[in-house]
């Protein structure tokens, strides 16, 4: 179950007030991710093993990737 005690930060949010990305929840099943400047809005939750290998994805394909899917590539 996620609850709100169990959100944290990406070590990627950048210091100042801390809300330019995103926060991220797990249960032993379940990662959830949010927007950490909109808290309150949809969080999109994935089944543990699909997040895991949707993360190692990220790390093989390299920065263009990561940058395209957070939209800094434009």
């Not at 930060?9 to 032993?28: H, L």
């Amino acid at each position: 179950m996620i609850t709100p005690e169990n959100w944290r930060k990406s070590s990627y949010s950048g210091g100042g007030d801390g809300n330019n990305c995103v926060e991220i929840a797990n249960s032993p099943t379940h990662i959830a991710i949010r927007d950490s400047k909109a808290p309150f809005r949809a969080a999109l939750t994935f089944p543990a093993g699909a997040f895991s290998t949707f993360v190692e994805a990220l790390k093989g394909e390299g920065r263009s990737t990561r940058a395209s899917l957070a939209g800094l590539d434009n």
